[in-house]
Each structure stands twice: as structure tokens, then as C-alpha cells.
């Protein structure tokens, strides 16, 4: 089945500077690539998303790239700021189907 | 605010005993999924519904199980608890079209503690 690994585990960044979280999966079926963003007892918050047929998307500062041929997608934010802070979660589906997730990335942002 | 409710939002029992965990998706979705978020495991699938059919399981125990009724709704059934259940459990729901099906919005969730 699908595995998802994600790095690092805990991100420490200064405000206003870049933040960027790797993933990468292990079916070549996997064809759709969220992300979700978790504030302590709270639910996981879809904040981009993007499709095997595309390779970059871009909304704001949050930006997500895809390389289907080495299988990996990463999540970039610019001029972090601190309520960036969270829990990042990427995940892979084969598109209408359950969602494998990574283990999550700890984004602390500095001010 | 997702449009996703679940209740009860928290449910403190004991080992052995049984508990019922309630979803409504968001208004038109027909795909209940259940996910179980706990320390040492992350976010674990365990039980997708499309339009009251069972559709895909993933880690779910035989102590567990789940239900989507016509008016789509979901139920999730846990019994003979063992602390080692207590986590928070998350729905999602997702759309009916090809282009909304692959999104998955959660609900609040419900966090279970089993003493």
C-alpha cells in the first residue's frame, strides 16, 4: 500500500523567513497531493492542494511543487509569520479515496 | 467552519464499555471517511462510505464499526474499549463531482479517553 514519509519532523524558522516541508510517496498510482494545516486540538485545515497533472500551484505565500518521476512534493510558505505556527500534514490518495498522510512537520515561527 | 459536525465532542469512558461517535458531512457530500489521530500513530484511516455502501477499509479493529444511513449521516461504533484507543477521531467528507470528490474537509472531531 501507499506510503507517505515526511521531513523534517520539527521546523524552527524566523519571521518573514521561507519554510519549506518534503514529501514523498511510494504508489506511482497516487495522483492527488493535500495538505492540511493543524492548530492544537483542532481539525486538519485543507490549505492547498494540487493534481498529478500539474507541477507547481500557488496561492499567496503557500506554494506546492510535484515531481511525479522522482515522487516527491513539497510545501513552500514565504514571509512566514507567526501564526504560520502549526502542525503540517502532507498526504497522497489515488483521487476519491482514503488519504495516506505523512507524520506530520512541527512549524514553529519566531518572532 | 468546515460544515462537517460531529458529536459528541468529547466522550471519557471506561475500558470494556461501548461508545457511538456521530458525523453529517457537509450538506450534499456523499463520502463519510473516518480517520483516528492518536500520539505514537498520526492520522490513521479507517472507514470510507459513499452514499451508504461501504467503499474501502484501512486499519479499523473488528471492535469497530461504522454505519452511513440514508440520510447520509455516519455512525461510528466503538466497543470493548482498551486504553489504547483513546485518541481523537476525525470525519471528513468529500464532494460528488470529479473535482470535489478528491478534496476531504474534517470536522471538529471527537476526542475519546478510555480510563
Known amino acids: 500500500g501507499e506510503n507517505v514519509e515526511q521531513h523534517p519532523s520539527t521546523l524552527s524558522v524566523q519571521e518573514g523567513d521561507s519554510a519549506v516541508i518534503k514529501c514523498t510517496y511510494s504508489?506511482?498510482?497516487?495522483?492527488?497531493f493535500p495538505w492540511y494545516k493543524q492548530e492544537l486540538g483542532k481539525r486538519p485545515q485543507l490549505i492547498i492542494d494540487?493534481?498529478?497533472?500539474?507541477g507547481e500551484k500557488k496561492d499567496q505565500r503557500i506554494a506546492v511543487t510535484l515531481n511525479k518521476t522522482a515522487k516527491h512534493f513539497s510545501l513552500h510558505i514565504t514571509e512566514t509569520q507567526p501564526e504560520d505556527s502549526a502542525v503540517y500534514f502532507c498526504?497522497?490518495?489515488?483521487?476519491?479515496?482514503?488519504?495516506?498522510f505523512g507524520a506530520g512537520t512541527i512549524l514553529r515561527v519566531k518572532s | 467552519d468546515s460544515g462537517v459536525t460531529q458529536t459528541p465532542k468529547h466522550l471519557i469512558t471506561a475500558t470494556g464499555q461501548r461508545v457511538t461517535l456521530r458525523c453529517s458531512p457537509r450538506?450534499?457530500?456523499?463520502?463519510v471517511y473516518w480517520y483516528q489521530q492518536s500520539l505514537d500513530q498520526g492520522l490513521q484511516f479507517l472507514i470510507q462510505?459513499?452514499?451508504?455502501?461501504?467503499?474501502a477499509k484501512g486499519n479499523i479493529l473488528e471492535r469497530f464499526s461504522a454505519q452511513q444511513f440514508p440520510d447520509l449521516h455516519s455512525e461510528l461504533n466503538l466497543s470493548s474499549l482498551e486504553l489504547g484507543d483513546s485518541a481523537l477521531y476525525f470525519c471528513?467528507?468529500?464532494?460528488?463531482?470529479?473535482?470535489?470528490?478528491?478534496?476531504?474537509?474534517f470536522g471538529p472531531g471527537t476526542r475519546l479517553t478510555v480510563l
Open positions: 471528513a467528507s468529500s464532494g460528488r463531482t470529479s473535482r470535489t470528490r478528491n478534496e476531504q474537509f
Open positions: 504508489d506511482s498510482a497516487s495522483n492527488y
Open positions: 494540487i493534481r498529478s497533472n500539474v
Open positions: 498526504a497522497a490518495s489515488t483521487g476519491g479515496n482514503k488519504l495516506v
Open positions: 450538506s450534499g457530500d456523499l463520502s
Open positions: 462510505y459513499y452514499n451508504g455502501e461501504e467503499r
